[in-house]
């Protein structure tokens, strides 16, 4: 039987030219020893953990969202930040504060909460961690994954006119690695997590979406469809 580990290692071949990166070459097996070595309930399922990376091609993205990890949740995680598996309700409270404030900027928000219509335009929904033991938080913030995403900034950041959306403190720890690339016409929203601890202090009315089609618009970029 293949265990999870495997079954992540495996996953790369689905990935496109994301496996290009030195990451994979380079820091992964550590990755996926830490992986074999835990015996609790691991999300996503193994075979989604690369999920962002197979439905967003490099060459694809014109919109970053970072997250921190998977929802610890199980049933809810499925490989993309902020997303959930379509039959989820209730809704993660974050998630249902961000429908809250599109429903705010732009009058109309999904009908599920399953964002990979977004992630099929180019959205990537790029958790820093892309795994969690189920039901623990941040558990598994320090197995390596961090350098998968700093990688992924550093490259992005030097493409022209992306846009690079960053709710919350740990998103924006990556802005000094963004800032460095050489990328023109870059926007950067900040602004609080849509948590429900932050969202009052600043999400709220930080019009991400609306922002980010007038800047794709205005660079000669057809916009996102939100409700995808």
């Not at 610890?72 to 995680?77: I, L, M, N, Q, R």
């Not at 960053?166 to 997590?193: C, M, N, V, Y």
Request: hydrophobic share 40%; charged share 15%; aromatic share 8%.
């Amino acid at each position: 039987m293949t265990t999870y580990a495997e079954a992540v290692a495996a996953g790369v071949k689905t990935i496109g030219d994301w496996k290009n990166f030195s990451f994979f070459n380079n820091q992964l097996s550590d990755v996926i020893n830490s992986l074999s070595q835990d015996n609790q309930a691991i999300l996503p399922p193994a075979e989604q953990v690369f999920a962002a990376l197979a439905a967003a091609p490099i060459g694809s993205v014109r919109v970053v969202i970072l997250g921190q990890d998977p929802y610890p949740t199980p049933g809810h995680a499925h490989g993309y930040a902020f997303s959930v598996t379509p039959e989820t309700t209730p809704l993660p409270r974050s998630l249902g504060n961000i429908f809250k404030e599109m429903q705010s900027d732009i009058n109309i928000a999904p009908r599920t909460g399953d964002l990979t219509g977004w992630a099929r335009q180019g959205v990537l929904l790029l958790n820093s961690s892309l795994t969690v033991r189920a039901g623990e938080a941040g558990s598994h913030a320090k197995i390596g994954w961090h350098a998968l995403t700093e990688q992924i900034c550093e490259t992005l950041a030097a493409r022209d006119g992306l846009v690079w959306i960053l709710w919350g403190k740990h998103a924006q720890g990556f802005k000094p690695i963004i800032d460095r690339g050489a990328g023109r016409d870059t926007l950067i929203i900040e602004s609080a997590h849509p948590s429900p601890l932050s969202a009052r202090r600043g999400f709220f009315g930080s019009k991400p979406f609306s922002r980010t089609n007038d800047h794709l618009k205005m660079h000669g970029k057809q916009p996102i469809d939100w409700t995808a």
